[in-house]
């Protein structure tokens, strides 16, 4: 988990932003509860960081850069954000 958000905060918070969705690029999805991340299954978000999503524009692939199971801590930190999200209310 830690490793997770250490991984987000160096590769993916200056696109998608933090736990509340502020400082994102126009273009990136936020990864908090406000997003629409979480609607799609883990196998399907794994490989859109591998490979990048469908219809992508400026999501970088990661398959070159971080190892499955960096992509598996990075993806259980942004499910953090979500229940903290859904506790908020
Ligand atoms: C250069 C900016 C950038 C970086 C860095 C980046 N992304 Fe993205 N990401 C995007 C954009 C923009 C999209 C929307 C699709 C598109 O236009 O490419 C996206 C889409 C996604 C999606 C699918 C859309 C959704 O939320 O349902 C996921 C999942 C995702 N990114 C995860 C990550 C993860 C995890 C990292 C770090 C390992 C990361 N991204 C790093 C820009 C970025």
């Known amino acids: 988990m830690e490793q997770g958000k250490a991984l987000y905060s160096a590769q993916?918070?200056?696109c998608h932003g933090d736990e509340t969705g502020?400082?994102?690029q126009?273009?990136?999805?936020?990864?908090?509860?406000?997003?629409?991340?979480?609607?799609?299954?883990?196998?399907?978000?794994?490989q859109w960081v591998m490979d990048g999503p469908p219809l992508r524009t400026a999501m970088?692939?990661?398959?070159?850069k971080l190892s499955?199971?960096?992509v598996v801590a990075v993806l259980?930190?942004?499910?953090?954000?979500?229940?903290?999200e859904i506790r908020k209310g």
Do not use: V, Y
């Open 76 to 84: 259980a930190f942004i499910k953090t954000m979500w229940t903290d």
């Open 26 to 46: 126009p273009d990136a999805p936020p990864h908090n509860g406000e997003g629409h991340t979480w609607h799609h299954p883990d196998r399907l978000l794994f």
């Open 12 to 14: 993916c918070l200056t």
């Open 68 to 70: 499955e199971r960096e």
């Open 22 to 24: 502020q400082n994102r």
């Open 60 to 64: 970088p692939t990661f398959r070159s």
